[in-house]
């Protein structure tokens, strides 16, 4: 019988447990909403990104990457409208000091706030307070504040002393990666001279001074996003729009997503830059259902217009055969790697009774699990057993990620390799010496059967595919 993770708290417990994730320096008390990622959250966390890149870049011909810097001129964020208007509604407790979302409080009495004006949200923070519903999260005051606005930018003193840190020397740390992308068309056309439409993707760290973050790695104030812009002819925006949505939908259902747990979110209010946008939820035990993982926008010219129009550089692009001269529109794919980590592990653990003991494992795709193989000596003690398994140890740890254990009983080992994931657990006993074959135990099923060593590479490989 299989019992999802049913609260945040729990999850939490078990990736520090098992060494995916741990609160960023825990040892002074913590930074709130900035974790750290452990031996095999790093291995997880490197195979997704892998894995969005091999579909995204190497699988195509029409996609180039890229990994722009977290620093950019602060004229950047000027152009694309961060400065003026990149923040949250901001609502505080008079008693305990308490932060608080002011949207998700309306939200969470069926108010839709999503990019609502600060007029709107106190007009309806109002209606409520006057009733006594509007309570602080932490002591339950109704001593609230009206709601203001919280610039999300994370301030930096790049290359300036920090006591004359000012508005017009200070330098922002990125708050999403696309920016970079836009900054860097003119040479990627100039370099690889790629032909409409084409895509530029990347992996890279972003950062947001959220007002709010108690949603473990779900929203953090440090985070990474894998991003691809479209660059396109704006009557072809429509087609291509359509296909990456089916793209996208099918990668997650290719790495074991069932397709019941997503779900098309359709934004209704838009950026004004925007004509349609579509999020992709997954749904989390967790946190209580369905949350976006990736978005996927049309953005039309407004980015390579507002950038031409700031730098004086011509961002414009001519069609060789039709001579046309038109600036792109763009159409973008942003996910949240935090968020898709957390998904797949949301997704794949389990709790199941085996001969009347609790087993926990995380069935997750084989292509993502951070180790591969395991291989135990049956006895720890026999050194005949520890080397040839060492020796087989040896040989697999070449061509994946691959663990040699030799503490605790048989059915300990596999315990700790089902915790984090590994689909192949190999064993060397005596027979091992004679027959030159090992017990290779399947992660899911837990089916054995004896493999020829000569040929337990082959096996793999073809398993593992």
């Known amino acids: 019988m299989k019992k999802e993770i049913n609260s945040l708290e729990k999850m939490a417990s078990f990736c520090k447990r098992r060494g995916f994730i741990f609160l960023s320096s825990e040892i002074y008390g913590g930074l709130s909403a900035v974790y750290d990622y452990g031996h095999y959250g790093t291995l997880l966390k490197n195979n997704i990104r892998d894995a969005w890149w091999k579909h995204m870049v190497q699988y195509r011909d029409d996609i ?33 000091k308490q932060r608080m979302r002011a949207d998700h409080l309306l939200e969470s009495f069926g108010i839709d706030a999503d990019k609502a004006s600060l007029d709107f949200i106190n007009k309806e923070l109002d209606k409520l307070k006057k009733e006594k519903k509007i309570k602080c999260i932490s002591c339950g005051s109704v001593n609230v504040t009206p709601a203001k606005q919280f610039s999300l930018m994370v301030k930096s003193n790049l290359g300036s002393p920090t006591d004359v840190l000012s508005e017009e020397n200070v330098i922002y740390l990125r708050p999403e990666t696309c920016g970079g992308i836009y900054l860097e068309y003119k040479n990627m056309v100039d370099s690889v001279h790629p032909k409409l439409p084409f895509g530029i993707a990347q992996v890279g760290k972003a950062f947001r ?11 953090t104030r440090e985070f990474e996003q894998m991003e691809m812009q479209y660059f396109l ?22 790495y074991g997503i069932p397709e019941k747990k997503l779900n098309w979110y359709k934004h209704e209010v838009l950026s004004h830059y925007a004509s349609e946008a579509y999020d992709i939820e997954f ?10 993982v990736e978005g996927i926008h049309t953005r039309g010219d407004w980015d390579l217009s507002q950038h031409s129009k700031h730098s004086g550089e011509d961002l414009t692009y001519t069609d060789e055969e039709t001579k046309e001269k038109f600036t792109p529109h763009i159409m973008e794919t942003s996910a949240g790697l935090n968020r898709i980590f957390l998904m797949f592990i949301d997704n794949s653990y389990t709790e199941e009774e085996v001969e009347g003991e ?21 006895l720890k003690n026999k050194p005949e057993l520890v080397k040839e398994a060492q020796k087989i140890h040896q040989m697999l740890k070449k061509k994946w990620m ?6 605790g009983s048989i059915g300990k080992r596999y315990r700790r390799q089902d915790e984090i994931g590994t689909p192949f657990c190999i064993t060397v006993d005596f027979e091992s010496l004679s027959d030159k ?7 899911d099923t837990m089916k054995q059967e004896r493999i020829k060593i000569e040929n337990l590479e082959k096996y793999l490989s073809k398993e593992l595919a």
Not at 68 to 95: L, N, R, Y
Not at 234 to 239: D, G, N, V, Y
Not at 283 to 292: A, I, P, R, S, T
Not at 358 to 378: G, H, N, Q, Y
Request: aromatic share 14%; hydrophobic share 35%.
């Open 64 to 96: 180039y990457g890229l990994d722009s810097a977290i620093f950019m001129h602060p004229t950047t964020w000027v152009a694309s409208g961060h400065v003026e208007g990149f923040d949250d509604p901001q609502v505080d407790c008079k008693d305990c």
């Open 283 to 292: 749904d989390f035990q967790c946190l209580g259902g369905f949350k976006e």
């Open 402 to 407: 691959s663990e040699f254990d030799t503490s």
């Open 209 to 219: 001074n959220e007002i709010v973050a108690r949603q473990f790695v779900f929203r």
């Open 233 to 254: 002819h704006p009557k072809e925006m429509k087609e291509k729009y359509e296909m990456w949505k089916d793209i996208r939908w099918k990668w997650y259902l290719e």
């Open 437 to 443: 074959s090992v017990t290779v135990r399947e992660r």
């Open 358 to 378: 609790k087993r926990v494992v995380l069935k997750m795709d084989k292509r993502l699990s951070p180790v591969k193989t395991a291989v135990f000596p049956l």
